[in-house]
Each structure stands twice: as C-alpha cells, then as structure tokens.
Nanobody, 125 residues
Framework: QVQLVESGGGLVQAGGSLRLSCAVY????????MAWFRQSPGKEREFVGG?????????TYADSVQGRSTIARENAKNTLYLQMNILKPEDTGLYYC?????????????????WGQGTQVTVSS
C-alpha cells in the first residue's frame, strides 16, 4: 500500500516562499504520476501542478501558480517537492500530494489513486 506524507507547510507573509515535501512509502516515486492539489475552506480541491512518471519527469502547472512554482523529484529520497515563491493570500489552503498509477497528469482529483493527509499553508497579507 502506497502512503504519502506531506510536510513543510506553515505561516508565511505575502511575497515569501515555502517548500512542501511529499515522502512516498511503499512504492517507487518515479513510477507514479504525482500531483499537488490544494483546498481552501468552502472551495473545491484544485489542481496546482504535477510531474509525469518516468525518467523525463515533465512538469505541468495550473495557471494560478505558473511561473511562481516548481515541482521536482528527489528519487534517492523517494520524495516530491513543491517550491512556491511570491506567495499570495489566495495561495492559502490545505495542500495535498497525490499519486496515480496510470500515465498522464489529469487535473481531476478523482483520477488519482493515493492521497496524503495534507499540509496547511497560510499566507498573510
């Protein structure tokens, strides 16, 4: 059974940066399509970005974070990262790591097989 454990969230001022981590247990990171989602109170869980499985590891991002965020894998540590810069109050939310067995990085949360418990990010203005 694959388990995902997120960490790195916290309180940061607008304009600051955070790096979130997602440790993968029970599976090999690069075999899965991996994504980050976030959810704010009263809103649907939304796609933030993802990285394709395999050696290429091509990344894709939501328009809202494009240019401010970078997703990377560290295969030796079986860990996925989300580096977020120039944070805005609207980036506030519970950030989830997700994994899927099949190829592709869909934006639909229902297409993912495994989820972490989430890590809270709060951006103050």
């Amino acid at each position: 059974q694959v388990q995902l454990v997120e960490s790195g969230g916290g309180l940061v001022q607008a304009g600051g940066s955070l790096r979130l981590s997602c440790a993968v247990y029970g599976g090999t990171l690069w075999n899965y399509g991996m994504a980050w989602f976030r959810q704010s109170p009263g809103k649907e869980r939304e796609f933030v970005g993802g990285i394709h499985s395999g050696m290429e590891g091509r990344t894709t991002y939501a328009d809202s974070v494009q240019g401010r965020s970078t997703i990377a894998r560290e295969n030796a540590k079986n860990t996925l990262y989300l580096q977020m810069n120039i944070l805005k109050p609207e980036d506030t939310g519970l950030y989830y790591c997700a994994a899927r067995i099949w190829s592709g990085i869909p934006h639909d949360r229902d297409e993912y097989d495994y989820w972490g418990q989430g890590t809270q990010v709060t951006v103050s203005s």
